[in-house]
């Protein structure tokens, strides 16, 4: 906070000076160089002292800060936001597409595990019984249920023959499920 200074104002004292009410502190100074105050109490009439011809009065006012620049408020235009929307709007017609085919990526490393732990079971399952088959039965390999869903919920795989025989060939497929369903199948043999 600024504290207001003050400068002195010398005032050349006419009739209509002298005789018009005082109101604030006001030194008299006549030609002679002699001061007197103010009467005290409500009646503030000029000094006594020196003539009317050449008297000053001192006055002290506050003094004056240079004129501050009226105040901008910060504020966008209806053009300006216009171009902020349509800048965004670009940038997200670009990045969902985007998006959405890293996440479609990320579940098919989702499809593929499943279909290699798959066939780890049915290798296993090959090797296991006599004479040696794989099954398209996915619980006797483990599964809660045939087909199988991966943990996610995003493939549902299914065990079929290759050719005419499962004994001696297996084919598994990841069919995308949901969200995924845009992916197309996955296949392991």
Request: charged share 15%; net charge negative; hydrophobic share 35%.
């Amino acid at each position: 906070m600024q504290h207001p200074t003050h400068q002195t104002n010398l005032t050349p004292l006419t009739r209509e000076t002298i005789e018009a009410p005082l109101t604030r502190g006001v030194w008299g100074v006549g030609l002679e160089g002699t001061e007197s105050p103010p009467n005290k109490g409500t009646d503030r009439s000029p000094p006594d002292k020196g003539g009317l011809g050449g008297l000053l009065r001192l006055e002290s006012l506050p003094a004056q800060s240079s004129p501050k620049p009226p105040k901008t408020q910060a504020a966008f235009t209806l053009i300006e936001l216009m171009i902020a929307l349509a800048i965004l709007a670009i940038l997200t017609a670009v990045a969902i597409p985007a998006y959405q085919g890293f996440t479609t990526e990320s579940r098919r490393s989702e499809g593929m595990a499943a279909l290699l732990d798959t066939m780890a079971r049915q290798e296993r399952h090959y090797n296991n019984n006599f004479p040696p088959t794989y099954t398209a039965d996915l619980t006797a390999l483990g599964y809660a249920t045939s087909p199988a869903t991966t943990e996610k919920g995003h493939y549902e795989i299914t065990a079929a023959a290759c050719n005419t025989d499962i004994a001696l060939c297996v084919q598994l497929t990841a069919t995308p499920q949901g969200n995924q369903a845009t992916d197309g199948p996955l296949t392991l043999n």
